[in-house]
């Protein structure tokens, strides 16, 4: 999830999940490339969408208690499914888990018992760099018509970013959602960081942190030891996002860090398949299973045809951006930020279906169940 490319608990909990994790600091090791690959061969090809219901414009609405909707989460999940889709990337926030530990550890528990009741198994992000740095718990603000994304909300705010003294408070957080799912089998894997160093130039630049990256790094290196510490079962990673990475010479620390810490390699490529090749191509050089955990921006290039079916052919995980058009408004491109739009766009940007269930385009719902092999 980006900004244009203009590169842009409860106590008792606490001591009731503490047995799940080691003590200390430790935890595991980083996987060998032969279990990479070992869970890659069982895993299979996992293939789905970035999924917030339509009725949430962000992760806290999705989670908190008074807005948590299974009865839409069962029916969009429904319709994931009817394209063949078994798994779904899924953001969490820290926030909604220290405001209500024991109902977010529930209520994630519904939410994967509902998924999996239509074969569907999830990918949890953890923390986001992306959208506005100023989460609040609580009633979430009403969408500004016609703008992508305009209550999505950053974890951990700016806040707690721009200070080092509150960052170990986040440990709590995610050795406890961790560990209470650490052995989950409905859950495909940990994404620990999305785009921990963008800087949301086009949206938010004007009062994010101008040294954001420096800031972001020692925490995400804390948030994979964190994760670590608590033993999962399942992989861990975070998606490089920004080019094809054709040198490894030339990767950011951020770049570093990621590649150099996840067990399978995650990447965004929101582009043509020129460069999505690209991209496939050079990371395969670190010889792990690859998921695409973004792509599908219609008005970029990036499209299910032919880069779905490029993807399946190589066996590297695909997620697209975006199920159902909703209170996220994803229909519109990242310049609706500075662009006005009046009504729905001809060309939608994310999304696959409308809200009541009829497929944007039905040659391109036609198109994913072809290469997903399901049968309408």
Same mark, same amino acid.
């Given at each position: 999830?980006?900004?244009?490319?203009?590169?842009?608990?409860?106590?008792?909990?606490?001591?009731?999940?503490?047995?799940?994790?080691?003590? =200390?600091?430790?935890?595991?090791?980083?996987?060998?490339?032969?279990?990479?690959?070992?869970?890659?061969?069982? #895993? =299979?090809?996992?293939?789905?969408?970035?999924?917030?219901?339509?009725?949430?414009?962000?992760?806290?609405?999705?989670?908190?208690?008074?807005?948590?909707?299974?009865?839409?989460?069962?029916?969009?999940? =429904?319709?994931?499914?009817?394209?063949?889709?078994?798994?779904? #990337?899924?953001?969490?926030?820290?926030?909604? !888990?220290?405001?209500?530990?024991?109902?977010?550890?529930?209520?994630?528990?519904?939410?994967?018992?509902?998924?999996?009741?239509?074969?569907?198994?999830?990918?949890?992000?953890?923390?986001?760099?992306?959208?506005?740095?100023?989460?609040?718990?609580?009633?979430?603000?009403?969408?500004?018509?016609?703008?992508?994304?305009?209550?999505?909300?950053?974890?951990?705010?700016?806040?707690?970013?721009?200070?080092?003294?509150?960052?170990?408070?986040?440990?709590?957080?995610?050795?406890?959602?961790?560990?209470?799912?650490?052995?989950?089998?409905?859950?495909?894997?940990?994404?620990?960081?999305?785009?921990?160093?963008?800087?949301?130039?086009?949206?938010?630049?004007?009062?994010?942190?101008?040294?954001?990256?420096?800031?972001?790094?020692?925490?995400?290196?804390?948030?994979?030891?964190?994760?670590?510490?608590?033993?999962?079962?399942?992989?861990?990673?975070?998606?490089?996002?920004?080019?094809?990475?054709?040198?490894?010479?030339?990767?950011?620390?951020?770049?570093?860090?990621?590649?150099?810490?996840?067990?399978?390699?995650?990447?965004?490529?929101?582009?043509?398949?020129?460069?999505? #090749?690209?991209?496939?191509?050079?990371?395969?050089?670190?010889?792990?299973?690859?998921?695409?955990?973004?792509?599908?921006?219609?008005?970029?290039?990036?499209?299910?045809?032919?880069?779905?079916?490029?993807?399946?052919?190589?066996?590297?995980?695909?997620?697209? !951006?975006?199920?159902?058009?909703?209170?996220?408004?994803?229909?519109?491109?990242?310049?609706?930020?500075?662009?006005?739009?009046?009504?729905?766009?001809?060309?939608?940007?994310?999304?696959?279906?409308?809200?009541?269930?009829?497929?944007?385009?039905?040659?391109?719902?036609?198109?994913?169940?072809?290469?997903?092999?399901?049968?309408?």
């Amino acid at each position: 999830m980006r900004s244009p490319r203009l590169l842009t608990a409860l106590p008792t909990l606490a001591l009731s999940l503490a047995f799940l994790a080691p003590s =200390g600091a430790a935890g595991r090791d980083r996987w060998s490339e032969a279990r990479a690959q070992e869970w890659g061969r069982q #895993r =299979g090809w996992l293939v789905g969408a970035n999924f917030l219901p339509s009725t949430a414009i962000n992760q806290l609405e999705m989670w908190q208690a008074d807005t948590f909707d299974p009865a839409t989460l069962d029916r969009e999940l =429904g319709w994931a499914a009817s394209l063949g889709f078994n798994s779904v #990337r899924v953001y969490l926030h820290d926030l909604a !888990w220290s405001q209500d530990p024991e109902g977010f550890l529930r209520r994630l528990d519904e939410f994967l018992g509902i998924a999996a009741r239509h074969r569907i198994g999830a990918l949890l992000v953890l923390f986001d760099s992306c959208w506005d740095p100023f989460p609040k718990p609580g009633r979430q603000r009403e969408p500004r018509p016609h703008v992508h994304n305009s209550g999505w909300v950053q974890n951990p705010g700016l806040e707690v970013l721009k200070d080092p003294a509150r960052h170990d408070a986040l440990r709590g957080y995610v050795t406890a959602v961790v560990g209470r799912f650490r052995t989950d089998n409905r859950i495909h894997g940990w994404d620990v960081w999305n785009e921990p160093d963008n800087p949301n130039t086009s949206a938010y630049g004007p009062v994010e942190l101008p040294d954001k990256a420096e800031r972001v790094l020692p925490l995400l290196k804390k948030a994979f030891a964190w994760a670590r510490e608590a033993d999962p079962s399942q992989p861990l990673t975070s998606g490089v996002w920004i080019g094809t990475w054709p040198d490894p010479d030339k990767l950011s620390p951020t770049e570093r860090v990621q590649l150099g810490e996840s067990d399978v390699i995650s990447f965004h490529n929101y582009d043509n398949l020129e460069s999505l #090749r690209k991209a496939v191509t050079h990371l395969r050089r670190y010889n792990r299973p690859l998921l695409c955990t973004e792509y599908m921006a219609r008005g970029n290039g990036s499209t299910f045809d032919p880069n779905l079916g490029f993807l399946k052919e190589q066996g590297v995980a695909a997620y697209n !951006w975006g199920l159902v058009s909703g209170k996220s408004q994803t229909i519109y491109a990242w310049d609706s930020w500075k662009k006005q739009y009046h009504a729905e766009p001809e060309l939608w940007f994310h999304d696959i279906f409308r809200r009541d269930g009829t497929a944007y385009r039905p040659d391109e719902a036609a198109y994913i169940r072809k290469v997903t092999g399901k049968t309408p």
